[in-house]
């Protein structure tokens, strides 16, 4: 290969490696820069099936609750989460690519909700700036961890006593996951109790809304 043809190839691995952080590509799974992620997020189909406000609501938020949304993407939950713990409470909207930090902050813009806060996180590590969290909110993230225990009892180290982890995701053992044909990216409401209990939490309550995913809520034992 000569030079010219070497720095073609090697100029979009650069930049993704920028995108990234420069963090190994192996840390988040199925990874794409937030620019092409948007795209998936919000499309029409998408959003009509996540059932926001229910989902929402069936986590049982109050006003003045301090929320982590895990891997908040363009911040599609965002506002309805900081509707729900208003006036007084909080969203952390975390993410561990910069990009979608400033269209979070448009989203609370437009709607304007002042109580909505981007985070930028790691891979290992949501670096949440406080550790009273009433509610770490996981929504389609989980399967994206590649070292899922370990990230979520760090996660669960952010929590306040009695404090919640909500974990809505595809089931692998259910028809219709988009991640069927890969296997890193599947998991099972088992393996998440497993991964619980081994950070401190227990089973709280199991939701039941959706053909292909499960929903379950658990909180921090004392």
């Known amino acids: 290969m000569n030079g010219s043809a070497s720095t073609r190839l090697l100029a979009p691995l650069a930049a993704f490696a920028l995108t ?19 795209i998936t997020l919000e499309s029409g189909r998408r959003m009509e099936a996540l059932e926001i406000n229910q989902v929402v609501s069936e986590i049982g938020l109050h006003p003045g609750d301090m929320v982590a949304e895990i ?15 208003s006036p007084g409470g ?16 448009d989203k609370a813009a437009q709607a304007n909700m002042t109580n909505i806060q ?9 670096k949440l700036p406080r550790g009273d969290i009433d509610v770490a909110f996981f929504h389609d993230v989980l399967h994206h961890i590649a070292d899922r225990g370990p990230y979520l009892q760090r996660t669960a180290s ?4 009695g404090g919640r982890i909500v ?13 069927a044909n890969q296997p890193e ?10 991964w619980m ?25 004392d």
Do not use: C
């Open 20 to 38: 990234a952080g420069a963090f190994p590509l192996s840390a988040q799974l199925g990874s794409r820069p937030a620019e092409q992620w948007a």
């Open 71 to 85: 891997g908040a993407g363009t911040g599609i939950f965002s506002v309805a989460l900081a509707r729900a713990v």
């Open 90 to 105: 909080r969203v952390l909207a975390e993410e561990i690519d910069e990009g979608f930090l400033p269209m979070i902050a």
């Open 118 to 126: 981007p985070v930028l996180g790691k891979f290992e590590d949501p």
């Open 158 to 161: 952010y929590l306040k006593p």
């Open 167 to 179: 974990v809505v995701d595809y089931d692998k053992n259910l028809p219709g996951n988009p991640h």
């Open 185 to 194: 990216m599947l998991i099972s409401p088992e393996e998440v109790d497993g």
């Open 197 to 221: 209990q081994a950070a401190g939490l227990r089973l709280t309550r199991r939701v039941e809304m959706f053909q292909d995913k499960f929903y379950v809520i658990y909180a921090k034992q």
